[in-house]
C-alpha cells in the first residue's frame, strides 16, 4: 500500500515538473532559445524517468536544474518566478544532492544581489535548509549571510520575512546539532559518560583562539553551529565574523535576540559539548558584561554634562532590555555552567534597581529578578553559592536588601519626581500623584477602583496582576520599541510586590518541599526535618532575607489600599515568620510578628512592647545587613511612634481606608494614671490584619515562643478598642450596647465580629495540637499579659480580660494533659480572684470554675470515678476560692458547685467532704443570694447523693443543713433547710440495714451523748438529727421554729421506732423536755410590743408581737410531745420514769391550759385530748398484751396501778383547769374586758375531753365527782361570747342549732346518761342530780345565766356591750327533750320517784308555759308543753299509785294547766289561721289528757285538784261567751277548745257513778296490790265515802250545765238587744262567731241531754233549756241579715227543739237539793 502511494505521488511530481518545464519553455521560446532547448531536454528526461519507474529523479535532476539556473540567469522576474518554482519542486522532492545544492544556493545568492524575487528567493532557501543535510559548511554559511544580507534590505516586508527566516534557520543549525548528537548516541551506543570522558580530551587553548575553522572535535552539524554561534557574538561585538562571510551589517539588537533565541531553546548542545560550554563562558558571557557597561555607569541623578560617558555609552532601551533578557537565560538555564559569572550578572543587577538609574532599567531588572525570585531552587544556589562562601558577596541579600531599597525609594517624593523625568520624555509632571480618592479608591467618570499603594502622598497604583509563583514580563517583551517605554506611576512597586511575595514563597518550598503551600493553614501540620546541612542552607536563606524582606512587605502593607494584596502580603509576613520559627530564629521571627501586630493597631497607637522589639529589629538588621540601610528603619520606626497631631492621621486613614471602629485604648502601665487617651479608629485593613494575626497564631502556634507574648499583647489591645468582651467559656463576643462596650461599631463590621470571636477561639482551640514545650510559652505569655492587666487594675483602670479568658479557653482544650498545666494556670487564675477590681476577680473566678467544671466531666483516663489523686488535684482550686472574702467570687463558686453536682456529682466519692466544706463555708456576712446558691447546692447533695456519700460524711451533711436552718438572711432558706433535714431523715430510715451495716463509733465523727453510753452508732446519727432540730426550735424567727418543731416531731412519729430502749431515754430527757421548758422559758419572757412589719410586709394581728409569735411555737412544742407520747405511748410506758415524764408533761400542760394566749390554752386542751386518746388506744392494745417482737425497743405490757394513777392525774388536771378557767370575776368587775374570759374554742375543746377522760374513770366515777363535772359544765355554758366572735359561734336567729360548747356539754351529759342508764346500780345514785342539771340547763331557754357581774347582752340585739349572751333556746330544748327521754327510762326507779323528780320537772314547765307566746323562741312553749304531755303520760300511773311521794305534785301541774290553757300571752297579731288553729289543737290536746288520764280516775286524784279541773274546764267551755267586751282584742276565740271542754263537762256530767270512776269496776285488781288512797285518806272500799263522792260530783256537774245555760240566756239577750240598735249595720265578726257558737253549744246540749237517761236529767235543766226558746225565736227575727252560718246553725237548734213540744213525764223522784244548788250558782 505504501509502495503504490509513493508511486502514485513520484507520477504526479513528474507530471508537475513536465507541465511546469512546458510553462517555462513557453515563455522563454522568443526570447531565450537557449532556455527553451534546455527545457525540451529536461522534459524528454523527465518523461523518460515517468515511463520508467526504476530509474531514480535525483539521477536527472542536474539536466533539470540546468535550464533553471539559466532561467535565473536571465533576471526576467517572471521567468525566475518560474524558475524558482521548479526549484522548490525539486528541493521538496529532496532529490537536490550536494552539488546540485551549491549550484542552488549560487543562483539564490545571484538573485539576492540583483534584488529579484527575494520573498521566493527566502522561501526556496528556508526549504532548502529545513528539508535535508545537505548543505553544510561555506555552503550553509553563504545561505546564511544571504538571508542576513536582505535582512537588511529596504523592503520592510522583506525585512520582516528575512527576519523570520534567519531566527528559523539558525535554530534550523542548531536542531541538527541535537539530532547529529542523538543519531551518534543511537549508533554508537555511547553513553553519556563516555561522552563526558571525551570532553577531557578538548583543547581549550585552540578555542581561545578565533578561528574560522571548526574545532576537530565537533562533528559536521556541531562544526556548522559552533562557527555561526561564534560569528553571531562576533557581530554582536561589533566585529567581523570568520565564518559568515559576505556578512557587512548587522544590529546588535538583532544578534542579541538570535543568542538568547539559540541559548533559551537549545541548552543541552551547551552542556553536551564543551567547545559550545567554552564559547559561553569566554565569549558570551564577555559580551555582555561589556555591554553592561554603559548601563552601569550612567547616573541619572548626575547632570549630562558632567558625564564621561560618550553618546554610544549611554543606555540604550533596545540592546539593555535584551541585554537582560539573555542575562536573564543564562541565569536560569546555565547557572550550574557560569556559577562565577552569575555572580557578576547579579552584582550589576542589582545595581540596575538604584534609586539613580532610570525607572525604565529599573523596571527591566525587577522583571528579570522575579523571573529568577520564582524559582526556588535558584535562591538556593544563590545562597549556597554566594551567601554561605566565606568571603562571597551574599548576593541573595543583596537582592532582596535591594527590592527592599527599591520599595521604600518609591514612596520618597523627591525621588520619584527625578525617576519621571528620566523615564522618558512622553511623561509630564511628578510620579505618584494620587487620582481623585474615595476611601482610598480612584475614582471619576468610568474609573473603576484600582489595587494601590499609597503612603506619604504618594500614590501608586497596582497596575498588574501575576499569578502566583509566575513571571510575567512586559517590558522584557518589548522587542519593537526603540525608545524607553513610559513606566506607569505603580509598575516598579507592583512588580517587585509580586518578587518580594514570590521570594518568601520559594524560601517557602525550599524548606517545607515542593508539595507545601504556604496558603493553607498547615502550618500545624507540616512537619520540618532537615538534615543539618539542609537546615543551615534554610538559616542562610533566613537570614539573608527577612531584612530586606521586612522593610519591604512592612511599608507595602502600611500603603496597600487593596484586599487582595494586603492579605498576600500578610500571608507573606505570617509564612516568613513560621519559617524562621521553624529555624529557631527568634530575631526574625519576632521582628515580622511585630510588623505583623503593629498592621492590625492605629498608626500613632503606642504600645511599648512593639515598639521595643522593632527597635531591635531594625538594629540587627542594620548590623547583618553591611551596607546602609535604606531610609525604611528610620520611617518606619517614626510611623508607629509618630508624635503627629492624631488628627492628621485620622485625616490620612479616612482618605485610605474606611473606619470601621471606633473605641477607647487600652490603658499600660506605661501609660501615667489619669492620662487623657483620645478614641482610637480602626479600619477594615486593621481588622484584616487582624484576622491574619489570628491565623499565624493558629497555624503556626508551635513555633511562636516568646513571641506568643507580642502577638496576645497585640489582640488583646484589638479587641479592647472592638469592644468586645469574654462571654462563656473564655470565647469574645460583642458587647449589647456602646453603653457597654464604649466602642462605635460600623454595621461593616458587626457581622465580622463574631467571625473574629470564632477565629480567636479557633486560635486557642488549635493549642491542643501544640507539644508541651509550646503550651507553656502559651500559658507563659498569658499569665505574663494577665499579671499586666492586674498591675493596671491596681489603679483602678479598666482592666483587659482578654488574657484570663483566653487562659481558660488554652485550659479547657487541653484537659487532655490536665497535670501539664493544671496548676499554672490555676494558680494564676486564683491570684485573679484574689484582686480588687471586681471586674478582675469576676472573670478570675469564672475561668477557675469553668476550668474545674469542665475538667470534671472531661474523659479522663484512667477514669476520674477511680483517680482519687485526680479529683483532688481537680477540686482543690475551687476549694480554694471559699478562702477568698470577695462574695462575688463566693457566688461564682457556689454557682459552679451546683452544676458540677449536676453533671458529674456521681463521680466524685473522694471529694464530699470537700464539697461539703465549700457548702458549708457561708456566715451571716454573706448576701441572700449566695445563702440561696449555697443552699441549692445542698438541696442537690440531700436529694441526689446521700447513696453515693462515705457514711462520715452523714453527719457532716446534718451539721451543714443546720447551719443553713440557723442562717438569718433568707428565711425560706431556712425553712427549705429544715425541709432538707426531714429528707435527710428518709434517707436514714430507707438505708437502715446498710448505715447500720457501715457505721462504726468514731468519736471524731459523732458528738457525745452523756447519760447514755453504748448508744449504737445508728442511733447516735438520729440524735445528731434530733439535737439539731432541737436547736432549730428555739431560732429568734417564728416560721423557723414552728418548721424545725413539725419536723422534728414528724421525724420521731415516723422513725422513732428504729430507736433502741436507751436511746428514747436521751431523746425524752435531753431533747423534748429541755425543748418544752426552754420554750417556757423564752415564751415568758417575750416582749409584747408589736413586730416591725418591716415595709409593706403585713403582719397578722394574731402575730403582731413575739409573744404572740413564741405562743405559736409553745403550742407547736406542746403538741409535738403530745404527740410524741400519744403515738409512742407503747414504748414509752417501757421506761422506768415513764409516771414521771407524764406527769411532767400534764403538768406542761395545765400551765399552758391558764395561759391568757387563747391559742396557747387552746393547744395544750388538744394536746391533752391527744394524750387521752392515744391513751385509751394504747388500754386497748396494751390489755391485748401483744408484744412486737422486732421493735428494737422489747418493753412489758402497762402495769394497772401505774394507769389508774396516771388516769387520775389527767381527771384532776382536767377538773382543775375547767374550774378555774370558768370561775367569774370579782363581782366589782363588770366589764369582760377588765377580766379574762375564756374562748368559746377552748371551753368547747375542753368539755370534749371529757369524753375521752370519763372512759378511763368511769370505774371510779362516784356523785362527788359529777358534782364537780356539774360545776364545770355550768361554768362552761355561762361565760358569755365576745361580740366580734359571736358570728362564728352562735347560729342566725332563725336558726334553731345548738353551739359546739353546748353540743359538747350534752354529749358529755349523754356519755354520763349512758354510763347511768347501762351501767350498775351503783351509777344511779347521779340520777336525780343529772336531771336537776338538765332542767337548770332547760330553764335557760327563758332566763339566759350570768357570769358574775359581767355586762352582757342578748345575742339577738346590738349594743355598746362588748360581750354577748349565747342563743341558750335550742340548748334548752335539747336539754328538755334529754329529760323526756331519760324520764322515760328511769321514771319508775326509786331514786327518780323519792326526788320527786316528776314535781321538778313540772315546776321547770311552769315559766315557759304561762309565758307562752312570750317565751323567746315559739318553739320553747311547744316543746314544753309536749314535755309535760309526755311526762304525764308516764308520771300521772306512778303518782296515783305512791300518793305520798307525789302529794307536792298536783297543785303544781294544776297551776301549769291553767298558767297554759289561760295564759296571759295574747297569739302574735300576724298568727295566721293555720298557726291558731294548731295551736287551738294544742290545747285540746290538754283537754283531751284530762279528759282521758285525770277525769276516770278522779276517785284516785285529790278532789281539790278535781275542782280546780272542773273550774278550768268550766271556764274553757263558756269562755268565748263571757267577758267578751271586756277583753283584749288580741285574745282570739277557742271555738273548738270551748266545744271540747263543754263536751268533757257534759261527758262526765252525765254518766253513770260507775263509768264516771273505773276505780269501782277495778277495785279487785287494784287491791291485789295495794290499797290506793284518795286525797282525803279514803280507801275505794268505802262505798259510804264513794257515794257521797258521787254525788258531790253530780251536784258540781248540775251546776256547772245550769250555769252554761243561763250564760246562753245572757248571750242571745244582749245579741238580740244589739242587733236592734245596730240597724243596718252588721255587727262584728266574732259577735256572729259567738251567737253562731251559743247556737250550737245549745244543740250540742240538747243532743246530749235527749240521748242521756231521763233519770239523770232534772226538770230545772228543762225548764231552762225551754226557756231559752223565745229568744233565739228573738234572734231568728232580729237577725234579718245574718250570715249563712247563723242560719244553719239556729235552723239546728230548733230543730232539736221538735221533740221538746211536748214536755216528758217527771221523773218519779226529785232531789230536795236541786232548787238549793241552783240558787248558788246563779247567785254566783
Not at 493549642?767 to 498591675?791: G, Y
Amino acid at each position: 500500500m505504501t509502495a503504490t502511494t509513493s508511486e502514485g505521488k513520484a507520477a504526479k511530481m513528474l507530471d508537475a515538473l513536465q507541465s511546469d518545464l512546458k510553462s517555462l519553455c513557453m515563455e522563454t521560446k522568443k526570447r531565450y532559445p537557449h532556455i527553451k532547448d534546455s527545457c525540451e531536454e529536461a522534459i524528454i528526461k523527465v518523461r523518460g524517468a515517468s515511463m520508467n519507474p526504476q530509474s531514480s529523479l535525483s539521477q536527472i535532476t542536474s539536466q533539470i536544474l540546468y535550464p533553471l539556473v539559466q532561467a535565473a540567469e536571465t533576471k526576467d522576474a517572471k521567468i525566475v518566478k518560474l524558475a524558482l518554482v521548479l526549484m522548490q519542486r525539486l528541493i521538496v522532492a529532496d532529490v537536490v544532492d550536494v552539488s546540485s545544492g551549491e549550484h542552488v544556493v549560487e543562483t539564490l545568492w545571484m538573485l539576492m544581489e540583483t534584488g529579484i524575487e527575494e520573498l521566493k528567493v527566502l522561501q526556496t532557501v528556508t526549504l532548502l535548509l529545513t528539508t535535508s543535510t545537505v548543505i553544510q559548511g561555506p555552503n550553509l554559511a553563504k545561505a546564511l549571510v544571504l538571508c542576513f544580507r536582505l535582512h537588511f534590505t529596504k523592503d520592510a516586508t522583506v525585512v520582516n520575512t528575512a527576519s523570520a527566516t534567519v531566527r528559523q534557520l539558525v535554530s534550523v543549525v542548531f536542531e541538527r546539532v541535537v539530532a547529529e548528537d542523538v543519531k551518534h548516541i543511537k549508533e554508537e551506543g555511547l553513553s553519556r559518560s563516555t561522552e563526558d570522558e571525551a570532553d577531557d580530551h578538548v583543547n581549550l587553548e585552540e578555542l581561545k583562539v578565533l578561528s574560522a575553522n571548526s574545532p576537530k572535535t565537533l562533528r559536521p552539524a556541531a562544526a556548522d553551529a559552533y562557527l555561526m554561534f561564534q560569528d553571531l557574538v562576533q557581530l554582536v561585538n561589533a566585529d567581523q565574523p570568520l565564518w559568515l562571510l559576505g556578512l557587512t551589517e548587522m544590529t546588535r539588537t538583532f544578534g542579541l535576540e538570535l543568542l538568547e533565541s539559540v541559548l533559551t531553546t537549545f541548552p543541552t548542545v551547551f552542556y553536551n559539548h564543551p567547545e559550545f560550554n567554552f564559547l559561553l563562558k569566554d565569549r558570551v558571557c564577555a559580551l555582555v558584561i561589556k555591554l553592561f557597561s554603559p548601563n552601569i555607569k550612567y547616573r541619572a541623578s548626575v547632570p549630562a554634562s558632567v558625564q564621561q560617558a560618550t553618546p554610544l555609552d549611554k543606555p540604550y532601551f533596545p540592546i539593555a532590555m535584551r541585554l537582560l533578557r539573555v542575562v536573564s537565560v543564562l541565569i536560569q538555564k546555565y547557572y550550574p555552567l557560569l556559577v562565577t559569572q552569575c555572580e557578576i550578572f547579579l552584582s550589576l543587577m542589582v545595581k540596575f534597581l538604584d534609586g539613580d538609574r532610570p525607572m525604565w532599567q529599573r523596571g527591566l531588572a525587577l522583571e528579570v529578578l522575579h523571573k529568577l525570585a520564582t524559582q526556588p531552587s535558584l535562591l538556593q544556589s544563590f545562597c549556597t553559592n554566594y551567601d554561605m562562601k566565606p568571603h562571597a558577596t551574599k548576593i541573595f541579600q543583596d537582592i532582596v536588601n535591594s527590592l527592599g531599597a527599591f520599595v521604600q525609594s518609591l514612596f520618597i517624593s523627591p525621588q520619584s519626581s527625578v525617576a519621571a523625568q528620566l523615564g522618558g520624555g512622553s511623561q509630564s509632571g511628578a510620579q505618584g500623584q494620587p487620582p481623585a480618592l474615595l476611601a482610598g479608591m480612584p475614582v471619576g467618570p468610568g474609573v473603576s477602583p484600582q489595587p494601590a499603594f499609597f503612603y506619604r502622598g504618594v500614590y501608586l497604583p497596582l497596575c498588574v496582576n501575576i499569578p502566583t509563583g509566575q513571571a510575567k514580563s512586559s517590558y522584557l517583551e518589548m522587542l519593537d520599541k526603540l525608545e524607553p517605554p513610559t513606566i506607569p506611576d505603580g509598575y516598579g512597586v507592583s512588580v517587585a510586590y509580586y518578587c518580594l511575595l514570590d521570594i518568601i514563597r520559594s524560601i517557602h518550598l525550599v524548606m517545607m518541599g515542593p508539595q507545601a503551600s504556604s496558603d493553607s493553614a498547615a502550618g500545624v501540620s507540616e512537619l520540618y526535618n532537615p538534615s543539618d546541612e539542609e537546615r543551615k542552607v534554610h538559616e542562610q536563606l533566613v537570614n539573608s532575607a527577612w531584612c530586606g524582606l521586612l522593610a519591604a512587605l512592612t511599608i507595602l502593607l502600611e500603603a496597600c489600599t487593596d484586599e487582595a494584596a494586603t492579605e498576600n502580603i500578610l500571608k507573606a509576613i505570617q509564612t516568613f515568620a513560621s519559617l524562621a520559627g521553624k529555624l529557631e530564629l527568634t530575631t526574625p521571627r519576632d521582628a515580622f510578628i511585630t510588623a505583623l501586630c503593629k498592621s492590625c493597631l492605629p498608626p500613632h497607637y503606642t504600645l511599648t512592647v512593639l515598639n521595643n522589639a522593632s527597635v531591635a529589629a531594625a538594629a540587627s538588621s542594620s548590623v547583618s545587613r553591611g551596607h546602609q540601610r535604606s531610609p525604611s528603619t528610620e520611617s518606619q520606626h517614626q510611623y508607629y511612634d509618630s508624635e503627629e497631631c492624631p488628627y492628621l492621621w485620622t485625616h490620612r486613614l479616612e482618605v485610605r481606608h474606611q473606619v470601621v471602629a471606633v473605641g477607647t485604648a487600652l490603658a499600660t502601665p506605661s501609660l501615667p494614671v489619669g492620662a487623657q487617651q483620645g478614641p482610637v479608629m480602626l479600619t477594615n485593613k486593621n481588622l484584616q490584619c487582624m484576622r491574619a494575626t489570628l491565623s499565624m497564631a493558629h497555624c503556626h502556634g508551635g513555633v511562636l515562643g516568646a513571641a506568643w507574648h507580642l502577638l496576645l499583647t497585640t489582640l488583646q489591645h484589638l479587641v479592647w478598642i472592638l469592644g468586645l468582651k469574654p462571654s462563656t467559656g473564655g470565647s469574645l463576643k460583642a458587647g449589647r450596647s456602646t453603653a457597654e462596650t464604649n466602642a462605635v461599631i460600623t454595621t461593616a463590621v458587626i457581622a465580622d465580629l463574631p467571625v473574629l470571636s470564632s477565629m480567636l477561639s479557633r486560635l486557642f482551640e488549635s493549642s491542643q495540637h501544640l507539644n508541651d514545650v509550646a503550651l507553656h510559652h502559651l500559658i507563659d505569655a498569658l499569665c505574663q499579659l494577665s499579671r499586666e492587666s492586674m498591675e493596671l487594675a491596681y489603679t483602678n483602670r479598666e482592666p483587659s480580660l482578654f488574657a484570663v479568658a483566653k487562659l481558660l479557653e488554652t485550659g479547657v482544650v487541653n484537659l487532655g494533659r490536665v497535670e501539664v498545666l493544671w496548676r499554672p494556670v490555676t494558680n494564676h487564675l486564683l491570684d485573679v480572684c484574689q484582686h480588687p477590681h471586681v471586674r478582675m476577680r469576676e472573670w478570675g473566678v469564672e475561668a477557675v470554675t469553668y476550668l474545674v467544671k469542665a475538667a470534671l466531666t472531661h474523659k479522663h483516663n484512667p477514669p476520674l470515678k477511680d483517680n482519687q489523686k485526680l479529683q483532688t488535684l481537680l477540686l482543690s482550686p475551687l476549694s480554694e476560692v471559699s478562702l477568698v472574702g470577695h462574695p462575688d467570687v463566693r457566688q461564682k463558686q457556689l454557682e459552679s458547685l451546683l452544676h458540677i453536682l449536676h453533671s458529674c456529682g456521681e463521680l466524685l466519692h473522694h471529694g464530699w467532704p470537700l464539697i461539703l466544706n465549700i457548702i458549708g463555708a457561708i456566715n451571716d456576712n454573706h448576701s441572700e443570694h449566695l445563702v440561696r446558691l449555697a443552699f441549692q447546692c445542698l438541696q442537690l447533695v440531700v436529694t441526689d447523693f446521700l447513696p453515693l456519700m462515705p457514711w462520715a460524711c452523714l453527719p457532716l451533711t446534718v451539721d451543714t443543713a443546720a447551719k443553713f436552718g440557723s442562717q438569718t438572711q433568707e428565711l425560706n432558706i431556712s425553712l427549705t433547710a429544715i425541709g432538707l433535714m426531714w429528707n435527710i431523715s428518709d434517707y436514714f430510715y430507707q438505708n437502715q440495714e446498710k448505715l447500720r451495716a457501715s457505721l462504726t463509733s468514731d468519736n471524731q465523727v459523732f458528738p457525745d451523748f452523756p447519760g447514755v453510753p453504748n448508744m449504737p452508732p445508728f442511733d447516735k446519727l438520729w440524735m445528731c438529727l434530733y439535737a439539731r432540730l432541737g436547736d432549730l426550735c428555739v431560732d429568734s424567727r417564728p416560721a423557723v421554729r414552728k418548721s424545725a418543731g413539725q419536723t422534728l416531731f414528724s421525724t420521731i412519729a415516723a422513725h422513732g421506732a428504729l430507736l433502741h430502749n436507751q436511746t428514747w431515754q436521751a431523746v425524752l430527757w435531753q431533747v423534748l423536755f429541755p425543748l418544752l421548758d426552754k420554750v417556757r422559758q423564752l415564751s415568758d419572757s417575750a416582749s409584747t410590743d408589736k413586730v416591725d412589719q418591716g415595709g409593706n410586709i403585713l403582719i397578722h394581728h394574731s402575730r403582731n408581737t413575739q409573744q404572740k409569735q413564741w405562743a405559736e411555737t409553745q403550742v407547736l412544742t406542746l403538741s409535738g410531745v403530745a404527740r410524741v407520747f400519744s403515738t409512742k405511748q407503747k414504748i414509752l410506758q417501757g421506761l422506768g420514769d415513764f409516771p414521771r415524764a407524764w406527769a411532767l408533761l400534764l403538768d406542761f400542760i395545765h400551765t399552758a391550759a391558764l395561759s391568757k394566749s387563747n391559742e396557747v390554752s387552746l393547744a395544750a386542751l388538744k394536746s391533752l385530748q391527744e394524750m387521752l386518746q392515744a391513751g385509751r388506744s394504747s388500754s386497748i392494745a396494751s390489755s391485748s398484751s401483744v408484744d412486737d417482737p422486732g421493735s428494737p425497743s422489747h418493753l412489758q405490757p402497762p402495769i394497772p396501778e401505774d394507769s389508774i394513777a396516771n388516769w387520775n392525774t389527767a381527771w384532776k388536771v382536767w377538773h382543775t383547769i375547767g374550774t378555774e378557767v370558768t370561775r367569774p370575776p370579782p363581782d366589782e368587775v363588770t366589764r369582760g374586758s377588765d377580766a379574762y374570759i375564756p374562748s368559746q374554742p377552748f371551753l368547747t375543746a375542753l368539755v370534749h375531753i371529757f369524753p375521752h377522760l370519763f372512759q378511763h374513770i368511769k370505774p371510779r366515777f362516784v356523785v362527788s365527782d359529777f358534782t364537780r363535772l356539774a360545776s364545770v359544765l355550768l361554768g362552761c355554758v355561762s361565760v358569755p361570747v365576745h361580740g366580734d366572735s359571736s358570728p362564728f359561734i352562735l347560729p342566725s336567729f332563725t336558726e334553731v342549732v345548738v353551739t359546739p360548747l353546748q353540743e359538747g356539754i350534752l354529749q358529755a351529759l349523754a356519755g354520763v346518761e349512758k354510763e347511768v342508764t347501762e351501767g350498775n346500780g351503783t351509777t344511779r345514785s347521779m340520777v336525780p342530780q343529772l336531771f336537776t342539771l338538765l332542767l337548770q340547763f332547760s330553764s335557760y331557754s327563758c332566763q339566759a345565766p350570768s357570769y358574775g357581774n359581767v355586762l352582757t347582752r342578748p345575742h339577738t340585739t346590738k349594743g355598746s356591750t362588748d360581750w354577748v349572751t349565747m342563743n341558750f333556746v335550742p340548748f334548752a330544748e335539747r336539754s328538755m327533750s334529754m329529760v323526756v327521754s331519760l324520764y322515760q327510762k328511769t321514771s319508775n326507779w326509786e331514786e327518780v320517784i323519792e326526788a320527786q323528780v316528776l314535781k321538778n320537772i313540772i315546776q321547770a314547765t311552769i315559766t315557759p308555759l304561762r309565758l307562752k307566746y312570750r317565751c323567746p323562741a315559739q318553739t320553747t312553749w311547744k316543746l314544753v308543753i309536749t314535755t309535760l304531755l309526755t311526762v304525764l303520760q308516764e308520771g300521772l300511773q306512778l303518782a296515783r299509785e305512791y300518793p305520798v311521794h307525789f302529794r307536792e305534785m298536783w297543785p303544781i301541774l294544776g297551776t301549769a294547766l291553767d298558767s297554759f290553757l289561760f295564759s296571759n300571752s295574747p297569739p302574735p297579731a300576724n298568727q295566721s289561721s293555720e298557726d291558731a288553729e294548731r295551736d287551738e289543737n294544742i290545747d285540746c290536746q290538754v283537754v283531751e289528757l284530762i279528759r282521758e288520764e285525770i277525769l276516770p280516775y278522779a276517785s284516785a286524784t285529790p278532789s281539790d285538784f278535781i275542782v280546780s279541773i272542773m273550774v278550768l274546764l268550766n271556764k274553757g267551755s263558756i269562755e268565748s261567751a263571757s267577758g267578751t267586751d271586756s277583753e283584749c282584742e288580741g285574745f282570739k276565740l277557742r271555738e273548738e277548745f270551748a266545744k271540747t271542754c263543754f263536751e268533757t263537762l257534759l261527758q262526765f256530767s252525765l254518766l253513770t257513778q260507775t263509768d264516771f270512776d273505773p276505780n269501782l269496776d277495778n277495785s279487785g285488781k287494784a287491791g291485789t296490790s295495794k290499797a290506793p288512797e284518795t286525797s282525803n285518806g279514803y280507801t275505794p272500799q268505802d262505798s259510804a265515802a264513794n257515794i257521797g263522792k258521787c254525788e258531790s260530783t253530780q251536784v258540781t256537774t248540775k251546776l256547772a250545765v245550769t250555769s252554761l245555760l243561763h250564760r246562753f240566756r245572757e248571750v242571745l239577750v244582749k245579741y238580740v238587744d244589739d242587733e236592734k240598735l245596730s240597724g243596718k249595720c252588721p255587727l262584728p265578726r266574732h259577735r256572729v262567731a259567738e251567737i253562731s257558737f251559743v247556737l250550737k253549744a245549745i244543740a250540742t246540749l240538747l243532743s246530749s241531754l235527749k240521748k242521756a237517761p231521763v233519770e239523770k236529767v232534772d226538770s230545772m235543766t228543762w225548764t231552762q233549756l225551754i226557756g231559752l226558746y223565745p229568744h233565739l225565736v228573738e234572734v231568728g227575727g232580729a237577725s234579718s241579715s245574718g250570715t249563712p252560718q247563723l242560719w244553719r246553725s239556729l235552723r239546728e237548734v230548733l230543730l232539736q227543739y221538735a221533740q221538746l213540744l211536748h214536755p216528758p213525764l217527771p221523773s218519779t223522784t226529785m232531789d230536795a237539793n236541786d232548787n238549793t244548788h241552783v240558787g248558788l250558782i246563779n247567785g254566783t
